[in-house]
């Protein structure tokens, strides 16, 4: 078979795939979930039988590894959507003239992310700001009456097959204040003796501790389940998940590089004044 050509698989083999994404899944725990079917996800390959070149797609994120040719990468392009944004992260094997057939006709920057860990389980703890409840994220919380809970659900079902996977194995808090969901944090993915975890707070309700507070305790009970590892992952210009983490335990990593047709950040006003620069010299080139 042309390994050039661009093949869907419904079913896989996760260990036999393991080896052509090693260079990623030692940080992003996102790919191992995929790949063992917790995650949803669409998986491509240049030949079913035997794959030398991956793209796997989770989200916004597409990962791409393996040995791709410049029509593999220009099959993937053709699927990459032109109404929303994109995260590719790529084998340091697609080069920039292969990176130019995956581009072509779209507009992509270099940007960076940071990936955390906290390997201790001595349990950290913060103070709840006043006026504030905790709840353990669940699909009673999910699917109740609290403001905010639906969206909650479909988060979680962004990351999870379904609700009962996740109220199998996954876990979080909630910060509750008035019958409304304001900050929560949960696992994103877990995996053997791995998770990586999220946090998330309404932009009314921060600088009040609250996401320290969720993402600790999230922590926390990773480790009191037997976990030995939990991550976090941001751009690596997101200063106010980087405080966060910092405070809950977690030591930054590894920094990598991705590629996104968006600003290159979670919030504009993180970017410096060399980002921004970088940002506009590249939309140039590229247009």
């Not at 390994?3 to 899944?25: C, I, M, Y």
């Not at 030949?47 to 796997?56: G, K, S, V």
């Not at 290159?264 to 590249?282: C, D």
Request: proline share 5%.
């Amino acid at each position: 078979m042309e390994r050039s050509v661009l093949n869907q698989l419904e079913s896989w083999n996760a260990h036999s795939l393991f080896p052509l994404f090693s260079a990623l899944t030692p940080r992003l725990l996102q790919v191992e979930a995929a790949l063992v079917g917790r995650t949803p996800c669409s998986l491509y390959v240049d030949c079913p039988e035997n794959a030398q070149t991956a793209a796997l797609r989770i989200g916004v994120c597409w990962y791409i590894v393996g040995n791709p040719t410049p029509q593999f990468l220009q099959s993937v392009n053709a699927l990459l959507p032109r109404d929303t944004y994109s995260v590719l992260i790529l084998d340091p094997s697609v080069t920039a003239p292969l990176r130019s057939s995956l581009f072509e006709h779209l507009y992509f920057v270099r940007a960076k992310s940071r990936y955390a860990q906290r390997t201790s389980s001595a349990p950290i703890h913060h103070p709840l700001y006043d006026g504030y409840d905790v709840l353990p994220v669940n699909r009673q919380l999910v699917e109740g009456d609290l403001e905010g809970a639906a969206d909650l659900r479909e988060n979680i079902l962004h990351f999870w097959t379904t609700m009962e996977a996740y109220d199998r194995d996954g876990f979080g808090f909630a910060a509750v204040q008035d019958s409304k969901i304001v900050s929560h944090s949960l696992t994103d993915h877990v995996v053997g003796d791995r998770c990586e975890i999220g946090v998330q707070t309404d932009p009314a309700h921060r600088m009040k501790g609250l996401g320290v507070h969720v993402a600790s305790r999230t922590a926390n009970e990773a480790f009191k389940r037997g976990l030995k590892h939990v991550g976090w992952m941001s751009w690596a210009n997101n200063a106010g998940s980087i405080a966060v983490s910092l405070k809950a335990g977690f030591t930054e990593k590894c920094l990598y590089d991705v590629y996104i047709n968006h600003w290159p950040a979670e919030n504009p006003e993180n970017m410096t004044a060399e980002e921004f620069r970088a940002f506009a010299q590249e939309y140039e080139r590229q247009f």
